[in-house]
Every structure is written in structure tokens, then in C-alpha cells.
T-cell receptor, first 111, second 113 residues
Framework: QKEVEQNSGPLSVPEGAIASLNCTYSDRVSQSFFWYRQYSGKSPELIMSIYSNGDKEDGRFTAQLNKASQYVSLLIRDSQPSDSATYLCAVNKNTGNQFYFGTGTSLTVIP | EAGVVQSPRYKIIEKKQPVAFWCNPISGHNTLYWYLQNLGQGPELLIRYENEEAVDDSQLPKDRFSAERLKGVDSTLKIQPAELGDSAVYLC???????????FGPGTRLTVL
């Protein structure tokens, strides 16, 4: 079983819509959760961190964490073509500061 | 604040040749990570440092890969000899233990012919 699982997509949404990206993790001891955005040919860029259950909002981005269900999601409101990228979910177990990455979900925002 | 610096950005070598990658982390960051990323995959950890100590190198193929982080700042990752399957992007990231966040450099794209 993989530590972090994401639907590889591709996910396509029209401009202005809400994009919903999902991620599940296998180890309940996981403590910190991150979303990275990776444009084609570029390195991952940290866009959201979340540490406790519930929602965390930052501009058009909202991260949601449900530790009981071992589920973390990223919502992108008012999606823009510039949001088209691969979104990587990462989990840190804290014990040993180990990061595990999903394979990423490819998002395309259609103008 | 300057980000993570990596060099070179691109490297093309023939198989069996040696290659080295260099990383300078964000100032003040005490953790440093080397990852390998293949197309369509997430980053896979090769080695993790806390200050100058390698605290997790379980995924580093030690027969051909080596790494060092002298003085707990810059780090070098070496492959000798390179194989065709080593073609990938090599990412360096740094962070600090307090925040648990990590930030990536631009990566080195290695092509082994």
C-alpha cells in the first residue's frame, strides 16, 4: 500500500469553476500535510500546509483535513488557466521528519 | 530571501561516467533533502540530512550514489558510474525542523546516454 495516493487525473475544469483535488494517506501517525504545485518542467512549489482537522483558507485555495478518514483535499476557487499544473500531496510523519509524496494530479483549467 | 540553489541545471553524460550535483539550501535551514523525480511520478527521497548528519539514507543506492554535507550547509550528490536508468530530475529541498515545511530548488535534469 502506498503511503500517499492521489488520482492521477487528468482533471479538467472550466475557468471560474471550483477544482477539487483529493489525497488519502495510509499511516495514522501522519501529522503534517502539504500541497505542492508543479508546472511542467519546473520544481514543486509549496502552496498550502495544514496540520489540524478542518479547513485552512489562503486566497483562492482551501485545504481540508480529516484525520479520522485519513483524507486531505485542496479546493481551488475561481480556477484560472494559470492554475493548470500537477498538484502533489505530501505527508510528513514527523517521527523522523519523513516526507512522502503522491504521484500528483494533473489539472487543466479550460478558458 | 534567496531560495534553494542547485547546479548544474542540466547535465548530459554517457553511461559509466561520473556526475555530481550541488545544492545550497536556504540560509538558516537545518534539514536538507535529495530527491529523485521521474516523469509522472512524485519526488522519491534519496537522502535526508539534519545539519551535517545523514539521518535517512535507506533509499540511496550506495553502490553507486554518495552524498555529503560538509559543515551542515552545502551538499553534493554524486553518481559513479552512471547508468541509463539514472536519467531523471534530481531535486534538492531544504527546511527547518520547527515548521516541517520544505522548499525545493529548481532541480538538475540528468540525461544518461
Amino acid at each position: 500500500q502506498k503511503e500517499v495516493e492521489q488520482n492521477s487525473g487528468p482533471l479538467s475544469v472550466p475557468e471560474g469553476a471550483i477544482a477539487s483535488l483529493n489525497c488519502t494517506y495510509s499511516d495514522r501517525v501522519s501529522q503534517s500535510f502539504f500541497w505542492y504545485r508543479q508546472y511542467s518542467g519546473k520544481s514543486p512549489e509549496l502552496i498550502m500546509s495544514i496540520y489540524s482537522n478542518g479547513d485552512k483558507e489562503d486566497g483562492r485555495f482551501t485545504a481540508q483535513l480529516n484525520k479520522a478518514s485519513q483524507y486531505v483535499s485542496l479546493l481551488i476557487r475561481d480556477s484560472q488557466p494559470s492554475d493548470s499544473a500537477t498538484y502533489l500531496c505530501a505527508v510528513n510523519k514527523n517521527t523522523g521528519n519523513q516526507f512522502y509524496f503522491g504521484t500528483g494530479t494533473s489539472l487543466t483549467v479550460i478558458p | 530571501e534567496a531560495g534553494v540553489v542547485q547546479s548544474p541545471r542540466y547535465k548530459i553524460i554517457e553511461k559509466k561516467q561520473p556526475v555530481a550535483f550541488w545544492c545550497n539550501p536556504i540560509s538558516g535551514h537545518n534539514t536538507l533533502y535529495w530527491y529523485l523525480q521521474n516523469l509522472g511520478q512524485g519526488p522519491e527521497l534519496l537522502i535526508r540530512y539534519e545539519n551535517e548528519e545523514a539521518v535517512d539514507d535507506s533509499q540511496l543506492p550506495k553502490d553507486r550514489f554518495s552524498a555529503e554535507r560538509l559543515k551542515g550547509v552545502d551538499s553534493t550528490l554524486k553518481i559513479q558510474p552512471a547508468e541509463l536508468g539514472d536519467s531523471a530530475v534530481y531535486l534538492c529541498a531544504s527546511g527547518n525542523l520547527a515548521s516541517n515545511e520544505q522548499f525545493f530548488g529548481p532541480g538538475t535534469r540528468l540525461t544518461v546516454l
